[in-house]
């Protein structure tokens, strides 16, 4: 070999050496990149996570490509009216209707259903609204598990701030804003008081409830730890005024629930769907594709797999368990020259991934799809809480359901009560999430901070299950008392969510993987203590007959199955979880870049290794904005692929 030629091949070999994804990235499928299909970003799945992300990244300038398999579905009286929210849940022109299934060895949490909304804006659309801080430990773990200090509790407390505009405390009280937003996307109210107090709607039945109910937040041997805890106030009272002010969500106690509501826009819901469409309106780099079905994202299958694009169905009601009207448009593919961003939430994210071939090795073998990664954790860590409801019937029919309100039937306009919430008469029941007052306690006084959330509302509520609706509304159920009960697990157990063929359009097999004994222990003691406190009302005929769990279910034994037997979830996690480095498991690291490949990123729920707060939605939202930092940050040195 001469010497031209030697200096030639070594040329080559150092270009090689040089020309890594990250930094001389190659041009994919460049013959068929148009300006109107290639985008500086794609993101997958417009909800809380991917509409606030897509939003951030067409803010800054760049180029940005939002997809979701739903409609638009905007003004809609079930998506804009906050009471209104359950009848979104079986709104057939964006209804998912996904059921678990569950292990053969515990008869527990078998095809309990988890209604989800496929449309712009996600089941923020079709949530109870409920807008709460997360866990002291949310982000606080990640930290420590990542290395990542912007997950550091000051960086994330100054991302809800971003979010957040609070109309419950005003900008000018020194003392209360502390922690509080005021310029954000998501308003924050809590309930109307005049709905209790107020002439027409003051229930000396409802005050008498939630009187007691408020007392049971009050320590055991309170009187005896009165000196005690002296030192201790206030903290020691049983009332938090603000539960989402920094350290409230350390304290034990009653509070009335914050929720995404808009007092000042006419008690409407505030969403992400509100920071979609005014970023869309008011920029031109965001484009927003409805009914448009991702069915795998496009690798370039180097040695290291880069994710440059995603494939499309277009048509609606494609998804198996999607209940509106089928129709299949063209099949067309987008391209991204920097990254794509997947969130397509705890169930359609692995799924996306697998079918992808990104997934366990063994279980992609199964369904004949070809091993791009091995990634043993995705669609592992599934994980939720466990609730469950009691009921009680009340001596008469509660003053707030006698108003003339006909939930929207036979139409909107003929429903006297949404006339008058249209025309801004208030106080309205239509106003509420449906939630006044809730208790957030421990299950042991030794756990580090409130793990039980406790809850009541004024009708007939049993959980997630098929014509729950007409149950709660419309059956005649307007003088019952439902008492919610949430446990945030703290058993080992974990579920999964695997394919069940290599089609994109059938929907996964859901496996929580039943329930812990100390966690149905847990939720078992929290029904003995309501039962005791209500049981008391009912000696004094303030309520009534309890309906379920049912005298039949006296023993603490028999509450657990019980609670086994009727217990439920609706905020599934995990699929896609955040880990160390030194963790198989881990499907993305703390910049939920997913490992194994380059310029792909999960977020939404599927991240969080652990159940992250009493509700889901807020420590979405923060995740995503500290995802849109992270994406903003890595922007300037992430070469385009495509010049």
Same mark, same amino acid.
């Not at 990542?148 to 960086?155: G, H, L, R, T």
């Given at each position: 070999?001469? +010497?031209?030629?030697?200096?030639?091949?070594?040329?080559?070999?150092?270009?090689?050496? &040089?020309?890594? !994804?990250?930094?001389?990235?190659?041009?994919?499928?460049?013959?068929?990149?148009?300006?109107?299909?290639?985008?500086?970003?794609?993101?997958?799945?417009? /909800?809380?996570?991917? *509409?606030?992300?897509?939003?951030?990244?067409?803010?800054?300038?760049?180029? %940005?490509?939002?997809?979701?398999?739903?409609?638009?579905?905007?003004?809609?009286?079930? %998506?804009?009216? !906050?009471?209104?929210? !359950?009848?979104?849940?079986?709104?057939?022109?964006?209804?998912?209707?996904?059921?678990?299934?569950?292990?053969?060895?515990? !008869?527990?949490?078998?095809?309990?259903? @988890?209604?989800?909304?496929?449309?712009?804006?996600?089941?923020?659309?079709?949530?109870?609204? =409920?807008?709460?801080? $997360?866990?002291?430990?949310?982000?606080?773990?990640?930290?420590?598990?990542?290395?990542?200090?912007?997950?550091?509790?000051?960086?994330?407390?100054?991302?809800?701030?971003? +979010?957040?505009?609070?109309?419950?405390?005003?900008?000018?009280?020194?003392?209360?804003?502390?922690?509080? *937003?005021?310029?954000?996307?998501?308003?924050?109210?809590?309930?109307?008081?005049?709905?209790?107090?107020?002439?027409?709607?003051?229930?000396?039945?409802?005050?008498?409830?939630?009187?007691?109910?408020?007392?049971?937040?009050?320590?055991?041997?309170?009187?005896?730890?009165?000196?005690?805890?002296?030192?201790?106030?206030?903290?020691?009272?049983?009332?938090?005024?603000?539960?989402?002010?920094?350290?409230?969500?350390?304290?034990?106690?009653?509070?009335?629930?914050?929720?995404? +509501?808009?007092?000042? #826009?006419?008690?409407?819901?505030?969403?992400?769907?509100?920071?979609?469409?005014?970023?869309?309106?008011?920029?031109?780099?965001?484009?927003?594709?409805?009914?448009?079905?991702?069915?795998?994202?496009?690798?370039?299958?180097?040695?290291?797999?880069?994710?440059?694009?995603?494939?499309?169905?277009?048509?609606?009601?494609?998804?198996?368990?999607?209940?509106?009207?089928?129709?299949?448009?063209?099949?067309?593919?987008?391209?991204?020259?920097?990254?794509?961003?997947?969130?397509?939430?705890?169930?359609?994210?692995?799924?996306?991934?697998?079918?992808?071939?990104?997934? $366990?090795?063994?279980?992609?073998?199964?369904?004949?799809?070809?091993? =791009?990664?091995?990634? $043993?954790?995705?669609?592992?860590?599934?994980?939720?809480?466990?609730?469950?409801?009691?009921?009680? &019937?009340?001596?008469?029919?509660?003053? =707030?359901?006698?108003?003339?309100?006909?939930?929207?039937?036979?139409?909107?306009?003929?429903?006297?009560?949404?006339?008058?919430?249209?025309? /801004?008469?208030?106080?309205?029941?239509?106003?509420?999430? /449906?939630?006044?007052?809730?208790?957030?306690?421990?299950?042991?006084?030794?756990? $580090?901070?409130?793990?039980?959330?406790?809850?009541?509302?004024?009708?007939?509520?049993? *959980?997630?299950?098929?014509?729950?609706?007409?149950? %709660?509304?419309?059956?005649?159920?307007?003088?019952?008392?439902?008492?919610? %009960?949430?446990?945030?697990?703290?058993?080992?157990? #974990? *579920?999964?969510?695997? =394919?069940?063929?290599?089609?994109?359009?059938?929907?996964?097999?859901?496996?929580?993987?039943?329930?812990?004994?100390?966690?149905?222990? #847990?939720?078992?003691?929290?029904?003995?203590?309501?039962?005791?406190?209500?049981?008391?009302? &009912?000696?004094?005929?303030?309520?009534?007959?309890?309906?379920?769990?049912?005298?039949?279910?006296?023993?603490?034994?028999?509450?657990?199955?019980?609670?086994?037997?009727?217990?439920?979830?609706?905020?599934?996690?995990?699929?896609?979880?955040?880990?160390?480095?030194?963790?198989?498991?881990?499907?993305?690291?703390? &910049?939920?870049?997913?490992?194994?490949?380059?310029?792909?990123?999960?977020?939404?729920?599927?991240?969080?290794?652990?159940?992250?707060?009493?509700?889901?939605?807020?420590?979405? @939202?923060?995740?995503?904005?500290?995802?849109?930092?992270?994406?903003?940050?890595?922007? #300037?040195?992430?070469?385009?692929?495509?010049?």
């Amino acid at each position: 070999m001469n +010497i031209t030629a030697l200096l030639l091949l070594l040329l080559c070999f150092c270009t090689a050496a &040089q020309s890594t !994804p990250d930094d001389a990235s190659r041009c994919v499928n460049e013959e068929s990149r148009t300006a109107d299909n290639t985008y500086d970003y794609i993101v997958v799945g417009a /909800g809380a996570s991917g *509409g606030l992300v897509a939003s951030r990244l067409a803010r800054a300038g760049y180029r %940005t490509l939002l997809l979701d398999a739903g409609p638009r579905f905007r003004d809609e009286p079930v %998506t804009t009216v !906050p009471l209104m929210w !359950p009848l979104s849940t079986e709104d057939r022109d964006i209804e998912w209707r996904f059921r678990s299934s569950n292990s053969a060895v515990d !008869p527990g949490r078998d095809a309990v259903l @988890y209604p989800r909304a496929s449309t712009i804006g996600g089941s923020a659309l079709h949530n109870a609204m =409920l807008a709460m801080y $997360p866990f002291p430990d949310c982000f606080s773990n990640l930290q420590q598990l990542t290395g990542d200090d912007e997950f550091a509790e000051n960086k994330m407390r100054a991302r809800f701030q971003r +979010i957040e505009k609070c109309e419950y405390i005003q900008p000018s009280n020194k003392l209360l804003k502390k922690g509080h *937003g005021f310029q954000g996307f998501m308003s924050t109210s809590l309930a109307d008081l005049g709905l209790a107090v107020k002439p027409g709607f003051l229930d000396p039945q409802l005050v008498a409830v939630v009187k007691r109910f408020v007392l049971t937040a009050v320590p055991q041997n309170s009187i005896a730890r009165f000196f005690q805890s002296l030192k201790k106030f206030p903290k020691n009272l049983p009332l938090i005024f603000d539960i989402n002010a920094p350290g409230a969500n350390l304290r034990e106690g009653a509070h009335l629930t914050p929720s995404s +509501i808009s007092p000042a #826009k006419g008690s409407v819901r505030s969403s992400v769907a509100d920071l979609i469409y005014e970023t869309e309106q008011s920029t031109s780099t965001l484009t927003v594709k409805d009914n448009s079905f991702v069915t795998q994202i496009l690798f370039d299958t180097g040695d290291t797999p880069i994710a440059y694009g995603v494939r499309v169905q277009e048509g609606t009601a494609l998804y198996s368990i999607a209940t509106g009207t089928r129709t299949v448009g063209a099949e067309t593919m987008y391209f991204a020259n920097k990254e794509v961003i997947l969130a397509g939430g705890t169930f359609n994210t692995p799924q996306i991934l697998m079918l992808s071939g990104v997934g $366990p090795a063994q279980h992609l073998a199964e369904h004949n799809i070809s091993v =791009l990664v091995d990634s $043993p954790g995705v669609g592992e860590n599934l994980h939720d809480k466990l609730e469950a409801t009691m009921n009680w &019937q009340m001596p008469r029919t509660w003053k =707030l359901f006698q108003q003339g309100c006909t939930f929207l039937k036979p139409t909107p306009e003929e429903d006297p009560c949404f006339v008058r919430f249209q025309n /801004g008469e208030f106080p309205s029941l239509y106003s509420s999430s /449906g939630t006044l007052i809730a208790i957030q306690r421990k299950s042991d006084p030794a756990v $580090p901070y409130p793990d039980m959330y406790v809850q009541i509302a004024v009708n007939k509520f049993q *959980g997630y299950q098929d014509g729950w609706v007409n149950t %709660t509304f419309y059956d005649g159920e307007d003088d019952t008392l439902s008492i919610h %009960t949430m446990n945030t697990r703290s058993g080992p157990g #974990k *579920g999964s969510v695997r =394919l069940v063929s290599s089609s994109p359009f059938d929907s996964v097999a859901i496996d929580f993987n039943g329930y812990d004994d100390i966690d149905l222990e #847990k939720s078992a003691r929290v029904f003995q203590d309501m039962r005791r406190t209500f049981r008391r009302l &009912q000696r004094l005929g303030v309520v009534g007959e309890e309906i379920a769990p049912g005298n039949v279910v006296e023993s603490f034994d028999d509450i657990k199955a019980w609670v086994r037997a009727n217990g439920w979830g609706h905020h599934p996690m995990g699929t896609a979880k955040i880990g160390s480095d030194d963790d198989v498991m881990a499907v993305v690291d703390g &910049q939920l870049r997913v490992r194994g490949v380059q310029r792909l990123r999960v977020v939404d729920a599927s991240v969080f290794p652990d159940q992250a707060g009493f509700y889901p939605m807020v420590p979405i @939202y923060m995740m995503a904005e500290k995802a849109a930092d992270d994406i903003l940050r890595d922007a #300037k040195s992430t070469t385009s692929q495509c010049g």
